[in-house]
T-cell receptor, first 114, second 118 residues
Framework: AQSVAQPEDQVNVAEGNPLTVKCTYS??????LFWYVQYPNRGLQFLLK??????LVKGSYGFEAEFNKSQPSVPLKKPSALVSDSALYFC????????????FGTGTRLTVIP | ETGVTQTPRHLVMGMTNKKSLKCEQH?????MYWYKQSAKKPLELMFV???????ENNSVPSRFSPECPNSSHLFLHLHTLQPEDSALYLC?????????????????FGPGTRLTVL
């Protein structure tokens, strides 16, 4: 069965510090992994897409993701957090291209403290 | 904005009411989706429409009834809901129903309708 886990409900980071939001997954084959951000009263906005075989992927708003072989996982990172990055972050996985849905994690609320 | 709009943004209804949620996409896409977002739970895919045909129905109770009159509009008709149906209902669209993630297609989400069932 496909599964996606975001082990942290909440992440706090000081403004200017690097941030990391974790996501692990168990999906057969060579899945596609996505990060979305949701600001208050807004829909999900696409941040980046990771395809199996990529190393470092750069996305919107300075976010990036790098594959971690040991888990497997593709944590979302940003070298220097902004207060405006405070939002709800979701990772999602699709087992293959040519699919019509995504398996989502439960979300991680990021708070960047001024 | 993503090009996907949803109305109303907030809805409060009693368990005996009938109401409808509306979604419109201005992107020229062929596929539309309904998701349910509950606190601390993964997004749940409810329905998928491709070229106005329903291609997926993920065991959703019959008190939720989708309608897709054309490729730009998607409705979710609600009747005799339960308090546990209170959630954020998100609409999304994509170019095709079977999304070619490797070609750059993705899902574009609307802002959602916050539904409260009393």
């Amino acid at each position: 069965a496909q599964s996606v886990a975001q082990p942290e409900d909440q992440v706090n980071v000081a403004e200017g510090n690097p941030l990391t939001v974790k996501c692990t997954y168990s999906v057969s084959g060579n899945p596609y992994l996505f990060w979305y951000v949701q600001y208050p009263n807004r829909g999900l906005q696409f941040l980046l897409k990771y395809i199996t075989g990529d190393n470092l992927v750069k996305g919107s708003y300075g976010f990036e993701a790098e594959f971690n072989k040991s888990q497997p996982s593709v944590p979302l990172k940003k070298p220097s957090a902004l207060v405006s990055d405070s939002a709800l972050y979701f990772c999602a996985v699709s087992p293959q291209t040519g699919a019509n849905n995504l398996f989502f994690g439960t979300g991680t609320r990021l708070t960047v403290i001024p | 904005e993503t090009g996907v709009t949803q109305t109303p943004r907030h809805l409060v209804m009693g368990m005996t009411n009938k109401k409808s949620l509306k979604c419109e996409q201005h992107l020229g896409h062929n596929a539309m989706y309904w998701y349910k977002q509950s606190a601390k739970k993964p997004l749940e895919l409810m329905f998928v429409y491709s070229l106005e045909e329903r291609v997926e129905n993920n065991s959703v109770p019959s008190r939720f009834s989708p309608e897709c009159p054309n490729s730009s509009h998607l409705f979710l008709h609600l009747h005799t809901l339960q308090p546990e149906d209170s959630a954020l209902y998100l609409c999304a669209s994509s170019q095709e129903g079977l999304i070619r993630w490797d070609s750059g297609d993705t899902q574009y989400f609307g802002p959602g309708t916050r539904l409260t069932v009393l």
